[in-house]
Nanobody
């Protein structure tokens, strides 16, 4: 059974940093992309960043470019999101997601990802 388990969330002040981790287990099979999404109360789930496993290409939503970095440790089967210069607007539940069935579409389309973690809360205070 595939499991994605996020960790690393917490409460920080604006300008601070956090590193989220997502440990994958259970045999994902063919893995096309892994990504981070977030959802704030009353808002839709938003794609934050994704990494293409075949060639390492990364994509970010505009609001986090230059502040967040997505990376993956293949040996450890772990996905990371380094978040620097955090802002109150970054406050949300952050979810890790994996795409093991190929489909066409935008990288931040949540429906393209078929495995999800349970989420880790990030709270940034001003």
């Amino acid at each position: 059974q595939v499991q994605l388990v996020e960790s690393g969330g917490g409460s920080v002040q604006a300008g601070g940093s956090l590193r989220l981790s997502c440990a994958a287990s259970g045999g994902l099979g063919t893995l096309y992309q892994m990504g981070w999404f977030r959802q704030a109360p009353g808002r839709e789930r938003e794609g934050v960043a994704t990494i293409v496993t075949s060639d390492g290409r990364t994509y970010y939503t505009d609001s986090v470019k230059g502040r967040f970095t997505i990376s993956r440790d293949n040996a450890k089967n772990t996905l990371y999101l380094q978040m620097n210069s955090l802002e109150p607007a970054d406050t949300a539940m952050y979810y890790c997601a994996a795409m093991t069935r190929w489909s066409t579409g935008l990288w931040y389309a949540a429906a393209r990802y078929n495995y999800w973690g349970q989420g880790t809360q990030v709270t940034v205070s001003s």
